[in-house]
């Protein structure tokens, strides 16, 4: 779903994958999502209906209720919703219990990682989640494994903006913001009833960059706080560790927090490469030994990847032969 679809005609003979730019062109119309919704709520040829969000928009997010509330299954990597107000995501979470639609959303946090499953499986059969840490930003997860030897912060920073790592603005990844909608889905998967802005948040901008007009100005005044961070990660290999930032839920104290850490080089978080993302569970289960998912946790493949997973789940929930 964007902000722009195909009409109708999608729906009875599909798309002809070969040509979909130019039938874009010529057959979308603006996103109208309430008309949308009402075509296939009237449409009555097919008994089972999904709408899947692939956007990062809050509006979009907010319809979630009333589409479910439609009869229409919901799917989708879009954070907004299950990280927003938390009187929304309850009603919208008591409705997905009472009704007979489903919402999926396991592409929201690690991408493809089976994150939010493992998550659920562990509670559904009666494990208690004591902690959960981990690596969530693919950005941020390279930065730091690239951050070493006598490389500049500001240097690393601009590799992953060229290499398409970063966002447009480099200072929404290090801001933090996201790793923290992760960190809130969550805490509120493991029963925690918390607010985005209960999450404490170390942005990684300096406070005298956050200003900065542009994405360029930023990017050129950076290197003026190299010192700083190269002075952090030479007190980190002194005593033998690295600087990893991390997202963490302390569910016994009912808490959540995403900041700067070290640790060990022998520790599982040291031993990333890439953009790898890594998310440790402890719990009662697995508390001298957290269970560990480890690998890809950004970009458009896996990103796919894990929503086509959420449709066959769906789909085998519907009665589809596996």
């Not at 969530?136 to 790592?165: C, H, M, P, Q, W």
């Not at 950076?222 to 700083?228: A, G, R, T, Y």
């Not at 890594?278 to 950004?298: C, D, M, N």
Request: proline content about 5%; charged content about 25%; aromatic content about 10%.
């Amino acid at each position: 779903m964007s902000h722009s679809f195909f009409g109708g005609f999608s729906l009875c003979r599909g798309v002809d994958l070969t040509r979909w730019k130019e039938e874009m062109q010529k057959e979308a119309k603006p996103a109208d999502l309430a008309n949308f919704v009402r075509h296939l709520s009237e449409d009555h040829v097919f008994p089972n209906k999904v709408l899947v969000d692939c956007t990062a928009d809050t509006n979009v997010a907010s319809h979630y209720y009333d589409w479910l509330k439609k009869g229409i299954h919901v799917i989708t990597p879009n954070k907004k919703a299950n990280s927003g107000p938390l009187d929304r995501y309850l009603k919208l979470r008591t409705l997905q219990r009472a009704s007979y639609t489903h919402y999926f959303y396991e592409a929201t946090v690690g991408a493809g990682l089976p994150i939010i499953s493992t998550l659920r499986g562990l509670l559904e059969t009666g494990d208690k989640i004591l902690r959960i840490e981990g690596i969530f930003s693919g950005t941020l997860s390279y930065i730091f494994n690239n951050f070493e030897g006598t490389r500049s912060f500001s240097d690393v920073v601009a590799e992953a903006k060229e290499a398409g790592y970063t966002e447009p603005d480099p200072r929404d990844d290090l801001s933090g913001t996201d790793v923290a909608r992760k960190v809130i889905i969550l805490a509120r998967e493991s029963g925690l009833r918390l607010e985005l802005s209960d999450i404490p948040v170390e942005s990684l901008v300096p406070e005298a960059l956050k200003s900065c007009s542009s994405p360029n100005e930023f990017m050129q005044k950076l290197p003026s706080f190299d010192q700083d961070w190269a002075r952090q990660r030479h007190e980190a290999e002194a005593a033998g560790e690295v600087l990893r930032y991390v997202g963490a839920v302390d569910v016994l104290n009912g808490k959540g927090r995403v900041e700067l850490q070290r640790y060990k080089r022998d520790h599982p978080f040291a031993q990333l490469s890439g953009s790898d993302n890594i998310i440790a569970f402890t719990t009662s289960r697995y508390k001298e030994q957290p269970l560990i998912v480890r690998g890809p946790g950004a970009g458009a493949e896996v990103t796919a990847g894990g929503v086509f997973c959420d449709i066959l789940r769906l789909a085998s929930y519907l009665g589809a032969p596996s």
